[in-house]
């Protein structure tokens, strides 16, 4: 939440202060949260850097293997691992709310993506022994037999089996 003094983003300062336009999302990246302009340049941007942007800075996510930076490393890690998830074909799977599911293949490797896109626990059938859950992403979910467990906003990433 910018100062109307401080927009820049022609929308804004049109419509405020009903309408701030796009700069409260335009900010600077922070990169060092207790550097000058938290590292973004040793002069004045083009916006200000709200203290509350500091928290987030890459230095403060470096140090968190629960933060965001930290999250987005490690799927990138686990994606390039994986050529099907890098340039294999996609199947989205029929599915019912609020279970999202598709299935990805490149050569020999075959894998099964399901999501839970609610913030409730759900669960999702598949055909039993035909997945082998994967570790190294970060999601946690439960496969028993032929029932995915999923916990809110989960996930399980599986490969064919055998």
Known sequence: DLPVDSLVDPWGIEFAPVFKGRDGARTPMPWRARAHEAGFTSGKPWLPIPDEHRRVAVDVQE???????????????????????????IKVLETTSPIWAFARAEGAERLLCVFNL????????????????????GFTAQLDGAEVRLPAFGA?????AG
């Open 63 to 89: 140090a968190d293997p629960s933060s965001v930076l930290a999250t987005c490393r490690r799927l990138l890690r686990f994606r390039k691992a994986h050529p099907a998830l890098v340039t294999g074909s």
């Open 118 to 137: 609610s913030n409730r626990p759900a669960t999702w059938a598949i055909e039993a022994g035909a997945w082998q859950p994967l570790d190294g992403h």
């Open 156 to 160: 399980m990433i599986a490969a064919a």
